[in-house]
């Protein structure tokens, strides 16, 4: 719960905007989306060291297009790294918001104003 809450803080704070915790996903996994592979992988190598590697789900509301993208990444790391599991859905959700938190606010805010440019119609709070 607090890596989402510091994600969205992140957000907010990059780009003056008030929005919906749905829109902070959207965001992380389409940044995620950006990243080669092999980071990926790294990350997701480290969520059960650091305790986010478990059973407990939240839900959030967002786009459909939220799911085409993080399964487009989970099948890419597959591709990447055959000798080991593919990654759930709700792991790379989790590494998305990690590495959005470590993001730059510029990256964040040119993020977000793709995700908008592409139509997707974001909630604002």
Same mark, same amino acid.
């Given at each position: 719960?607090?890596?989402?809450?510091?994600?969205?803080?992140?957000?907010? #704070?990059?780009? #003056?905007?008030?929005?919906?915790?749905?829109?902070?996903?959207?965001? =992380?996994? /389409?940044?995620? +989306?950006?990243?080669?592979?092999?980071? !990926?992988? +790294?990350?997701? &190598?480290? %969520?059960?060291?650091?305790?986010? &590697?478990? +059973? %407990?789900?939240?839900?959030?509301?967002?786009?459909?297009?939220? *799911?085409?993208?993080?399964? #487009?990444?989970?099948? #890419?790391?597959?591709?990447? =790294?055959?000798?080991? +599991?593919?990654?759930?859905?709700? *792991?790379?959700?989790?590494? &998305?918001?990690?590495?959005? $938190?470590? $993001? /730059?606010?510029?990256? !964040?805010?040119? $993020?977000?104003?793709?995700?908008?440019?592409?139509?997707?119609?974001?909630?604002? &709070?």
């Amino acid at each position: 719960m607090d890596l989402l809450i510091d994600s969205h803080c992140h957000l907010i #704070r990059s780009t #003056r905007a008030l929005v919906a915790w749905g829109t902070t996903l959207l965001v =992380a996994v /389409d940044y995620l +989306d950006t990243v080669p592979p092999a980071v !990926v992988i +790294d990350q997701l &190598a480290r %969520l059960p060291k650091a305790g986010l &590697a478990g +059973d %407990l789900e939240h839900h959030l509301g967002a786009p459909k297009t939220l *799911n085409l993208t993080a399964t #487009r990444i989970a099948e #890419r790391v597959a591709q990447a =790294a055959p000798d080991r +599991d593919p990654p759930t859905l709700s *792991n790379i959700y989790i590494v &998305a918001l990690q590495l959005l $938190t470590r $993001t /730059d606010h510029e990256t !964040v805010r040119s $993020t977000y104003e793709r995700v908008r440019s592409h139509g997707t119609r974001l909630v604002e &709070a």
